[in-house]
């Protein structure tokens, strides 16, 4: 009998707090809906022109995070019309890893043709049948591999490297010569 006098206390409880609740959720938004038309904080608000200039800013920096720079070479270098040394070097690597070429081949009397074609920085060794340029290799004889591309047959020859130009010559040899640069 006890219990039912508790389940009822427990419940009267619940419904007077939710009273309370609503009065006090009421009245809060009684005083929030009387906004004052000036507000004490007005003078404290960004002017039409310090907000453009805030705004201003913000588009600068967005744009220089969407900024991509195209240039290869680098803007602080003083000489930029005179190639330097490391320039033609590197011109010269870059040429040489561009060519499709054929550095050798392997004609034995017996067993498995095979030619080594470098290109893009990388040597391969093919055999007849395949894949190469978009085409496949038909045969492989001394010093040369015929291939087909959509039909065509055409011929790739043993080619050497591209001469070395003279500036870079002269200083591979100039390291050993310990010249400087003043």
């Not at 081949?105 to 920085?121: F, N, R, W, Y």
Request: proline share 3%.
């Amino acid at each position: 009998m006890e219990e039912k006098y508790l389940k009822d206390l427990v419940i009267a409880f619940i419904v007077i707090l939710f009273i309370v609740l609503g009065v006090k959720c009421n009245s809060l938004y009684n005083s929030i809906k009387v906004v004052p038309v000036e507000s004490k904080y007005q003078k404290l608000g960004l002017g039409e022109d310090l907000f453009n200039q805030i705004q201003d800013i913000e588009q600068s920096i967005q744009d220089r995070k969407d900024f991509v720079f195209t240039v290869t070479k680098d803007p602080l270098e003083q000489n930029l019309i005179v190639k330097t040394i490391q320039d033609l070097e590197k011109q010269w690597r870059i040429e040489v890893e561009n060519l499709v070429r054929l550095e050798s081949t392997i004609v034995p009397a017996l067993g498995e043709k095979k030619a080594a074609i470098s290109h893009k920085g990388k040597t391969v060794i093919y055999t007849i049948g395949d894949d190469f340029m978009f085409g496949k290799i038909k045969d492989i004889r001394e010093g040369e591999i015929v291939y087909s591309i959509r039909g065509n047959d055409n011929i790739l020859k043993i080619q050497k490297l591209p001469e070395k130009p003279e500036a870079i010559k002269e200083n591979s040899n100039a390291s050993q010569e310990r010249k400087y640069n003043w």
